[in-house]
């Protein structure tokens, strides 16, 4: 059966340390100059029906180091746009290419393309889960503080794509997680019931920071729901990750944003470019976390 990463519960607790350990060695030989092209002549489609700037970068760059070369797609400009349906687009894709990452709105058109595919697919974020996201960010506490089982983590905002991908990661690697978002702004209700014993909502933000190690934040209207910015930035404003909140959070916690960022919207501006700020090694980790996924599938 062809291995696709859709969410991060299509790993294992223990694939996913040693990915994560992986990610950091790739990340000790890039920076040493010590090629690792070990997929000569491999093929990575790019599938993107919304912006990307890390992902798209991260990807071709990655696969370019593996060895191998990547494609980029935009829907608009493939029969995607057009209608081609999912399932015969994936048939035909993947009988040229040795992996797919998708970027896209609905979760159940990459369910769908993958159902089809004859290769890996991988989830380059949709509206429901942003798991490539969760490899860098987990990569980058791992790097900093070891493992984050029975650690306490700090969701602020809206209960979105991130969120929901930060609910995966409570479970897979064992850590207590709190969301900190307005009422109405919470994640999927199903998510919340069988993840109840790691994660609780918490609504007033300054309560839910106290006793946690990590804490992370995201734009407070994803791509598709920019015509709602006004009233989300209202709602979620006494949620921005500031000074005043990292202040009772635990004395050496760490903050993370999977950019783009707006500043002085859901994180201060002095955050952004504070320097015990792990955000841009964050970012530059998409690299190294997703190498040592691209490794993984095409074993
Ligand atoms: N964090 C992230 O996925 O960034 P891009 O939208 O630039 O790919
Ligand atoms: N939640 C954001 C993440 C961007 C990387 C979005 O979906 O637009």
Request: charged share 20%.
């Amino acid at each position: 059966m062809t291995r696709h990463f859709l969410t991060l519960n299509d790993l294992t607790p223990n694939e996913c340390r040693d990915l994560l350990a992986r990610a950091s060695e790739l990340k000790a030989l890039q920076r040493s100059g010590i090629a690792h092209a070990n997929f000569p002549g491999k093929v990575l489609a790019m599938i993107f029906a919304k912006a990307s700037t890390r992902t798209r970068v991260s990807f071709e760059a990655g696969m370019v180091q593996l060895g191998g070369s990547a494609l980029f797609l935009s829907s608009a400009d493939t029969q995607l746009g057009r209608g081609e349906p999912i399932e015969d687009s994936a048939r035909v894709i993947s009988s040229m290419v040795d992996l797919v990452m998708i970027r896209t709105f609905a979760h159940s058109d990459v369910e769908r393309f993958a159902a089809h595919s004859q290769v890996p697919v991988i989830n380059g974020l949709t509206d429901d889960f942003h798991p490539c996201q969760l490899l860098a960010d987990m990569q980058t506490w791992f790097e900093h503080r070891g493992d984050i089982a029975g650690r306490r983590v700090c969701w602020l905002g809206d209960g979105n794509n991130m969120c929901q991908s930060y609910m995966n990661a409570a479970k897979l690697l064992d850590f207590e997680l709190i969301i900190a978002c307005p009422e109405g702004y919470e994640p999927a209700g199903d998510l919340l019931a069988q993840n109840g014993d790691r994660v609780r909502i918490v609504h007033d933000p300054k309560d839910a920071v106290q006793g946690c190690h990590l804490l992370v934040t995201d734009v407070w209207a994803s791509m598709g729901q920019e015509q709602e910015q006004n009233i989300r930035a209202r709602a979620m404003a006494p949620f921005q990750l500031n000074a005043d909140l990292l202040a009772r959070a635990e004395s050496d916690a760490l903050y993370m944003h999977c950019l783009p960022a707006h500043r002085g919207e859901e994180i201060s501006a002095e955050l952004m470019d504070a320097s015990g700020s792990v955000i841009w090694e964050e970012a530059e980790n998409r690299l190294h976390a997703q190498k040592a996924l691209m490794e993984l599938l095409l074993k």
